[in-house]
């Protein structure tokens, strides 16, 4: 059974910085393609960004640069790199993948739970 579990999150200052992880876990054959979105405080659930099985990636508008997304497949892990954070980034993180795994017959979508990370002075 695959299993997306998360990590890294946690309260900052502004300007500071944090890195995600989102390890798989299971029989996986090899991660396709990974999404982080986040969820902040009483708003809707958005995307931050996506990188696909090539390696390229791309970002919402709002992330301006300050955030990269990248996967280690040989630890079948990704990575959010947070930094120049703002109190607007607060928020829950969570990672979504898309994986083969030998008990499957085709790529299924995974959910993390999310970490919280909180921006603040």
């Known amino acids: 059974q695959v299993q997306l579990v998360e990590s890294g999150g946690g309260l900052v200052q502004p300007g500071g910085s944090l890195r995600l992880a989102c390890v798989a876990s299971?029989?996986?054959?090899?991660?396709?393609?990974m999404k982080w979105y986040r969820h902040p405080p009483g708003k809707q659930r958005e995307l931050v960004g996506t990188?696909?099985?090539?390696?390229?990636?791309s970002y919402s508008d709002f992330v301006l640069g300050r955030f990269t997304i990248s996967v280690d497949s040989a630890r079948n892990t990704g990575y959010l790199q947070l930094t120049s954070l703002k109190p607007a980034d607060t928020a829950v993180y969570s990672c979504?993948?898309?994986?083969?795994?030998?008990?499957?017959?085709?790529?299924?979508?995974?959910w993390g739970p999310g970490p919280q990370v909180t921006v603040s002075s």
């Open positions: 979504h993948a898309t994986i083969t795994a030998f008990s499957t017959s085709s790529p299924l979508d995974y």
């Open positions: 990188i696909e099985r090539d390696g390229a990636t």
């Open positions: 299971g029989n996986i054959i090899r991660i396709n393609g």
